[in-house]
């Protein structure tokens, strides 16, 4: 699922490793009301089982650790066209890293576009927080859907890869 990212800026207190069961089901525990939505509106009834599909479907997956507590888990899809699916849920505790967190993604995404043509990904309406990220990462805006099977509307984003 992935090696281990690794910078020097994380002071000691982020850690970033590949994903494990027991991380995935604590970060599922504690997932954000609207990451939550999210995973609902993708048509999972059950959080764990969305979030695990995505990892199970993921070339590359990672848990970040804030001070020892897992907190976020993200990865990456490869497409039939080359592009890459990234997709990302977390706990609240991001907030006590936000800054830090923030200017780490950046690294993060170019890590996951590594021999990918494009980024894109679907967030669900009631994401601003998710919406502010991706535009933080370098996606760009492409257009709004409604998405099955509740039919609820979706914001699709993309970014070019170097």
Not at 43 to 66: C, I, K, N, R
Request: charged residues 20%; proline residues 5%; glycine residues 8%.
């Amino acid at each position: 699922m992935g090696e281990p990212i690794q910078s020097t800026d994380l002071e000691g207190r982020v850690d970033i490793e590949p994903v494990s069961v027991p991380a995935v089901v604590e970060i599922c525990e504690f997932l954000r009301d609207t990451d939550r939505a999210e995973v609902y509106a993708n048509g999972y009834d059950d959080v764990l089982d969305g979030v695990w599909t995505s990892v199970v479907q993921s070339e590359q997956a990672y848990v970040v650790s804030f001070e020892g507590a897992p907190s976020f888990v993200f990865g990456v899809s490869i497409q039939n066209d080359n592009s890459g699916y990234v997709w990302a849920v977390g706990t609240d505790d991001v907030n006590k890293f936000s800054i830090l967190f923030a200017r780490e993604s950046r690294k993060w995404m170019n890590q996951l576009s590594e021999g990918r043509s494009y980024l894109w990904t679907r967030s669900f309406m009631g994401n601003p927080v998710h919406h502010r990220w991706l535009e933080w990462c370098g996606f760009d805006f492409v257009m709004a859907s409604a998405q099955p099977p509740h039919g609820l509307q979706f914001k699709t984003y993309a970014r070019p890869c170097a």
